[in-house]
């Protein structure tokens, strides 16, 4: 009952004339930059990260909670208008919500895509709601050897389940952990790997990683294979509400819940995130299906399913970020620093510390969930006009928003050289297979994780196996290998799906270009297709 006032008291907070404002304008703004193509939710997160910091705490979180969701939602518009995911979440919207457009039925994808992302994202915030508090009740027991288990558990499964490889997503957190080392030893007051340069004594800002990663070397790494000439948007063609029959309601209504179950738990949990959940999702709605034939050529319930565990693993993602103050995948990381930038540490004690805060935090999101309906469903047509922006425009734009907010985090020059740096080493590991997840990862938990390891070695003298005798981090380290196993057989199965769909995708590129020689077909936009559909761990493999 104490959580109900607390959350009625967060609504009163979050419905104040301003902070409903704030949350607007953070939906309208994340959709906008979250429906631009090649841009998944966590650049436009990095991104929009500068513009917070000038307001006070609360509206800051109200309006970072808007651009978190808005992102998300922004994100199916692209895959199925222009079929261009901007992360490997959002592969089989593409998929099947393209074949739907090029079928005439854009406005039908997008209708059970923002639906579905509504009932989703509601039903997995009361999840939020529910599990949050008593997951932080517990958490205020755990000691500093309990914490090392747990960020341990965070740094192993981020590093082994994200990526094209298990050594590629180690090797990315290995260089995050490197990164985070960086600056002044707070105990011993050494400098470390600052090559005696003075900018560096601080440590590198998690901001001007984020962006560098996920700005500046995402667009470097599209510039670098950007083709001519203008990209075919499929048009939306007629309003939701005439779109969406009888029987689109009745294959959608199941899918939503189905995906709902499957995103939120997996979302709580460092198991792969929302890639492995969509994929999921996507192998229960084919098997349950009656329309299994459809599935490949446009089936309704290939993007209800997926979305659904899209969006409702992206607020399963809050619950270990703020009750224990652990991100699992890119994104929550950058919320983190969000956190972080006002000198607020997300964990057990924020929801004693700070309940105001938390709890309008929670409000917005709901508010934000309705505000996002409203503006996706009948504005769709609007956000299909900003796939138009020529993409050498596009990405200007967004190098030169990217230097101006580095610039903004310390008012110092060499913060934009940083960024150059960090830039150009994104654009290598994107090119190369690495996925930039786990080095963000690495840089926001290490110092986390070396602080707690301090603390639990003076607890006991000197003696590292009482790390592992301590009740939960036994427990912790058994999950562990649990969580792994699982989620490379999860990890193999979405591979599976990945290639049955690419053969497919080639067979039907092959089909077009034959027609195409004899002159029945005058484009094809196949080609673009799997040439952008990179996600946020590595390049498409062919």
Same mark, same amino acid.
């Given at each position: ?9 967060g ?12 949350a ?9 930059? %979250?429906?631009l193509?090649? $841009? #998944?939710?966590?650049? !436009?997160v990095? @991104?929009?990260?500068?513009?917070? /910091? =000038? +307001? ?28 261009t ?14 074949k ?17 992302s ?42 082994a ?12 957190? %290995?260089?995050g952990?490197? $990164? #985070?080392?960086?600056? !002044?030893?707070? @105990?011993?007051?050494?400098?470390? /790997? =600052? +090559?005696g ?37 499929t ?16 294959r ?139 993409r ?17 985090v310390?008012?110092?020059t ?54 592992f ?8 380290y ?5 969580l ?30 034959a ?13 673009h ?14």
């Amino acid at each position: 009952m104490d959580n109900i006032s607390l959350l009625l008291e967060g609504f009163a907070t979050a419905l104040q004339p301003q902070y409903l404002l704030f949350a607007f304008l953070g939906v309208l703004v994340g959709t906008a930059v %979250g429906v631009l193509p090649g $841009i #998944g939710p966590a650049m !436009t997160v990095a @991104l929009l990260l500068p513009l917070t /910091y =000038t +307001l006070d705490p609360t509206a800051a979180l109200i309006t970072f909670a808007g651009i978190y969701y808005g992102g998300m939602y922004g994100g199916s518009t692209t895959s199925i208008l222009l079929n261009t995911p901007g992360e490997s979440a959002s592969i089989i919207t593409a998929i099947e919500g393209n074949k739907m457009a090029r079928l005439g039925r854009a406005a039908t994808a997008l209708a059970t895509a923002a639906i579905g992302s509504f009932i989703a994202g509601t039903i997995a915030t009361v999840g939020l709601t529910l599990l949050a508090p008593v997951l932080a009740q517990f958490a205020v027991s755990l000691g500093p050897a309990d914490y090392v288990a747990l960020i341990v558990v965070a740094f192993i499964t981020v590093g082994a389940l994200l990526g094209s490889s298990v050594a590629r997503g180690m090797s990315s957190l %290995g260089i995050g952990l490197f $990164i #985070g080392l960086i600056g !002044t030893d707070l @105990l011993s007051g050494q400098a470390r /790997y =600052t +090559l005696g340069l003075l900018p560096l004594a601080d440590g590198i800002d998690v901001v001007l990683v984020a962006v560098g990663l996920f700005a500046v070397g995402e667009t470097l790494y599209v510039a670098a294979r950007l083709r001519h000439g203008s990209i075919p948007v499929t048009p939306v063609g007629g309003s939701w509400r005439h779109s969406m029959k009888r029987d689109d309601w009745r294959r959608s209504w199941a899918p939503w819940l189905r995906g709902t179950a499957i995103g939120f738990p997996i979302g709580t949990i460092p198991a792969g995130g929302a890639d492995v959940a969509t994929f999921l999702s996507y192998a229960t709605e084919k098997k349950l299906s009656k329309h299994k034939s459809e599935f490949g050529h446009g089936a309704i319930e290939g993007v209800a399913g997926p979305e659904s565990a899209n969006n409702a693993a992206a607020a399963g993602v809050l619950v270990p970020l703020l009750t224990l103050g652990l991100p699992t995948t890119a994104t929550a990381a950058i919320i983190l620093t969000a956190f972080q930038s006002y000198g607020i540490q997300p964990g057990p004690r924020l929801f004693e510390n700070q309940p105001e805060l938390v709890w309008a935090l929670i409000a917005s999101l709901y508010i934000g969930n309705v505000m996002l309906i409203v503006l996706n469903l009948p504005l769709v047509g609007m956000w299909a006009k900003v796939l138009r922006i020529p993409r050498p425009y596009l990405y200007a734009g967004i190098m030169t928003f990217a230097a101006l907010g580095a610039y903004a985090v310390n008012f110092q020059t060499v913060d934009v050289f940083i960024l150059l740096v960090i830039g150009v080493l994104g654009f290598f590991m994107r090119r190369y297979g690495y996925p930039v997840a786990p080095l963000v990862v690495g840089m926001i938990l290490g110092p986390m994780g070396e602080e707690y390891l301090r603390k639990a070695l003076q607890q006991s003298q000197g003696d590292v196996v009482s790390l592992f005798l301590h009740p939960f981090a036994a427990v912790a380290y058994g999950v562990l290998a649990v969580l792994i196993i699982g989620g490379l057989w999860l990890k193999r199965r979405r591979r599976r799906y990945e290639a049955a769909l690419e053969q497919a995708l080639t067979s039907e590129i092959a089909v077009q270009a034959a027609a195409e020689t004899a002159g029945l077909v005058p484009g094809s936009a196949a080609a673009h297709e799997l040439d952008h559909r990179d996600d946020a761990d590595g390049p498409t493999r062919r």
